[in-house]
């Protein structure tokens, strides 16, 4: 397969995976173009590739920038911004897992943590099935959070070292 061939399957397919994880496709298709890219690109590199209005490259280029997977460049002497994206991919996928951990989890926790408050008798099973059911919910997204915690500040040899020693 040649390079050129390769670099729009996987930008393709990087796409069709983006939209499976609630990432709007073309966000995930500019992703997957500035991790493959070995150069910064412009806006109008991004459209040219991907044959994409200027308004979706910017728009999704400034929601790569807050979820910190891409940056701008500047680049010396030149007028129009430059974009490149993290090439490493333990600090891809934590940088992820932070963004997604912000936008889902934390307000699902914080909504949990104000569903436990409830009048009512607790011997009614009507209320002691919601708040079983709401407080096991809470339990497993505080565990899920300490996990994704601790998975963040990790050593990526560390994580992967202790991952391998769950499946032997």
Same mark, same amino acid.
């Given at each position: ?23 709007? /496709? ?8 500035? !991790? ?7 806006? #109008? $590199? ?12 910017? !728009?999704?280029? /400034? ?5 910190? =997977? ?29 963004? /997604?951990?912000? /936008?889902? &989890? $934390? ?16 011997? #009614? ?6 708040? #079983? ?26 994580? &992967?070292?202790? =991952? ?5």
């Amino acid at each position: 397969m040649k390079l050129t061939e390769a670099k729009q399957q996987f930008i393709s397919s990087w796409g069709a995976f983006g939209t499976q994880w609630g990432i709007k /496709r073309t966000m995930a298709q500019i992703h997957a173009l500035l !991790m493959v890219s070995a150069e910064p690109l412009t806006q #109008d $590199d991004i459209m040219e590739q991907l044959n994409v209005s200027r308004g979706n490259v910017n !728009m999704n280029i /400034r929601d790569l920038i807050s979820w910190g =997977l891409v940056d701008r460049v500047v680049m010396q002497g030149e007028r129009k911004e430059y974009f490149t994206a993290e090439k490493d991919t333990w600090k891809v996928a934590t940088q992820i897992i932070k963004e /997604r951990k912000k /936008r889902e &989890l $934390d307000p699902m926790l914080k909504l949990l943590s104000q569903l436990e408050i409830i009048e009512g008798d607790k011997k #009614d099973k009507d209320v002691k099935q919601f708040i #079983d059911t709401v407080s096991g919910i809470r339990k497993f997204g505080n565990q899920a959070d300490k996990m994704l915690e601790m998975m963040v500040k990790a050593d990526e040899s560390w994580f &992967l070292g202790g =991952l391998l020693k769950i499946f032997k």
